[in-house]
């Protein structure tokens, strides 16, 4: 495993769930073109068994520095001890890519707050406590899903995530509100789907609108990625796309120069509707 970078070093990519699936391909993909890659994912050995298979894989291919660290994105705990880690050692971050994400079996409460969980919350969590190590000019990626886009959604819920300058106080009220539904078992009733994946991932898309508007002064980019249907563990054998193709998407994202967009939806470098 490669050593730490010293303060002062090129800023890292930081990947989520980077230890299998799209995410350990955008980690390839990222160390391919040079750039220094923070691979985390929840145990510290799976972190480190990711790099050291990329590694191995590279052979006596020209790679940048490649890293494992340990994250639990649904932990707040190690997502503070991850922030405390980076500061301690000076280290800044060129881009995150917010790429971890779960898709329950079932319907009720459990599997709401479950998804909300880790799909959006921590996401939110874990970008608001590295927002202090962005580097000037950083991209911001949220890994999304055509399931979240807004034509997908009862019309009522469509409304309100659309309404134009949404706050993220009014967000995560509505998420509340799901939750509440699923819990009472009235869920259509009050405008929601049964699907706490398209909730999760229609939030984590609106919350790239917010971050991007409330950041755009310090040059921050905030862009959200749909890769397709890819053959991952959850995905599944019978997805149209491979991964590296659903990777080669958000790692555009990750390296977008000063000038590129933010705020945006993109599927293979296009913008898509939200």
Do not use: H
Not at 161 to 179: D, K, M
Request: hydrophobic share 50%; net charge positive; with cysteine.
């Amino acid at each position: 495993m490669a050593a730490a970078a010293a303060a002062g070093a090129a800023p890292w990519f930081l990947v989520t769930g980077g230890n299998r699936g799209i995410g350990r391909e955008v980690c390839r993909q990222l160390a391919a073109q040079g750039r220094p890659v923070l691979l985390s994912a929840r145990g510290p050995a799976a972190a480190a068994q990711a790099v050291t298979e990329l590694e191995r894989e590279r052979g006596a291919s020209s790679w940048a520095v490649l890293r494992a660290e340990a994250l639990d994105v649904a932990d707040p705990a190690s997502i503070a001890a991850l922030a405390e880690r980076l500061r301690a050692e000076g280290a800044s971050l060129a881009a995150l890519v917010n790429n971890a994400g779960v898709s329950l079996k079932g319907f009720d409460a459990d599997v709401v707050r479950g998804t909300l969980a880790v799909n959006y919350f921590s996401a939110a969590r874990l970008t608001d406590a590295l927002r202090p190590l962005l580097a000037p000019g950083a991209c911001v990626v949220m890994v999304s899903s055509g399931l979240g886009e807004l034509a997908g959604l009862p019309a009522a819920l469509r409304a309100r995530l659309a309404v134009p300058g949404l706050t993220r106080a009014a967000l995560e009220a509505l998420l509340e509100e799901f939750l509440a539904a699923a819990a009472r078992g009235d869920v259509t009733r009050q405008g929601f789907p049964r699907s706490a994946y398209n909730v999760s991932k229609a939030a984590l898309n609106a919350l790239t609108r917010i971050l991007a508007r409330e950041w755009g002064p310090r040059g921050t980019r905030v862009n959200a990625v749909c890769p397709g249907w890819v053959r991952t563990d959850m995905g599944g054998r019978g997805a149209s796309r491979s991964v590296q193709t659903g990777a080669k998407g958000i790692v555009w994202a990750a390296t977008l120069p000063p000038d590129g967009p933010t705020g945006g939806y993109f599927r293979d470098s296009k913008a898509i509707p939200w």
